[in-house]
């Protein structure tokens, strides 16, 4: 018997197939929505991921063959076709809907102004007109979203960052005070955590305005590749990006030992960032899908998150495994050298997600993804290409060039 209909908006993307696959299997009729942005602009880059990734139709082939599962497939542009979004939303009447229709990387971002302008128009508009089309269509949907621990920014201020919300005391004309709950200051570092602040202001509007029913999942940095579903057979894989662009920082250094390519370390490696694995955050998101909020209650946010560490001592760890060398580059980020992070996830861990930690997944990630597709690594895509000013830029590309050429 089927748990109801689930849309997921950005489906095809790193994060959005596997939800798909998992959300599948666990009784949903998955639908997925998506535009095929990340292969454009795989071939914009000229990045392929290491992994081999089939078109969407063998995809969908193979996951139908293997379970005999359907997964519908809608080839729409969020960001610009409103009419297509309230026109899905009306035939298949889902109980939720997943949002993972955004540009994703904070170096694509940055790379020009061009590249400024599409984030901030692709992700913003994404998010209004997929929640103004639930508003015409039926309010009662649950919309989860992806969202990032970014919004809170990486600052040295040695507090415990809290789920979204935080209590503070204003004072009243006269003396006294009046205690208020807010969202906690946002503090973004590129163009597309500044479009995630963004999000979490129009879903505050929605909540308030509409009543929608709305969870934002302020996520950490994603490893790993696959999950149980992506596990069944190669034409189902997941993205391994380990380019200098959507490549994140542990799957890099997975790539580059496996490729004996030094550990390439930004800056002292002192930047402090929650992590979570693959596997639990497809886990986190049905999870938030079967325990919506009330219509009428404010924005639910989780920090989904499951372990913090310094940049440098993943380097370290991942050199214990390897025995790869490690090498500080120059920082193409505008950043503290050094942050701690101190975060809060009671109401994440709350849900029951079990979490896999590095010392757990990381010897597989190495020994089944980064070693079986090490002969598909381009080294030339392995340096980050986008730097947050020119005089980091010329720091960063002249070390590199006689990093690569050694």
Known sequence: MTKGVVIVFGGDGFCGWPTSLHLSRAGYEVVIVDNLSRRSIEAELGAESLTPVRSMTERLAAWHELTGRKIVFRQLDV???????RELLSTHKPVACVHFAEQRAAPYSMKSARHRIYTVNNNLNATNCIMAAIVEVDPAIHCVHLGTMGVYGYGAMGAIIPEGYFNVRLPQEGGGYVDREVLYPADPGSIYHMTKTQDALLFQFYAKNDRLRITDLHQGIV????????????????????????????????????????????????QTRAFIHIRDTVNCIRRAIESPPKAGDKVRILNQMTETHRIRDLAKFVQSMTGSE??????????????DLQVANSQFRALGVASTTLEVGLLEEVRDIAQRYRHRCDFSKIPCVSYWSRERQQKALAQMSKLVAE
């Open 79 to 85: 960001a610009t076709d409103f009419d297509g979004i």
């Open 223 to 270: 490893w790993g590749t696959q999950t149980p579903e992506t596990e069944l057979d190669e034409r189902l894989i997941n993205r391994f990006d380990y380019d200098g662009d959507y490549g994140t920082v542990l799957n890099r250094f997975l790539m580059q030992a496996a490729v004996g390519f030094p550990l390439t370390v930004n800056g002292t490696g002192g």
């Open 326 to 339: 490690i090498v500080n580059v120059v920082n193409p980020r505008t950043e503290l050298e050094e942050n």
